[in-house]
């Protein structure tokens, strides 16, 4: 496993955690029939940084990106292919 994929493990545990502690504090709430206002500061610290971990790991785990520039050297077709290179 790669450094990326395990911090977007973790990051995807510290959303669920946070949604997790957001239906408990909901629930709390609706026991001492108090008004909800929000979710907590530390909830929501949670949901940052499960935010930021998840976007880490999407950039890094893929690999390395394509250029999407039509003449670059990747977009184009090796001379020995037998079907005709046609442009989407």
Known sequence: MSLGFTVGVIGVLFLAHAAYSTIQYRGLLKITEEEFSGPPMNV?????????LCMYAGLTVPGKFQSIHPDSEENRCPRYCCIPCLPY
């Open 44 to 52: 929501i610290f949670e949901l940052i940084l499960g935010l930021l």
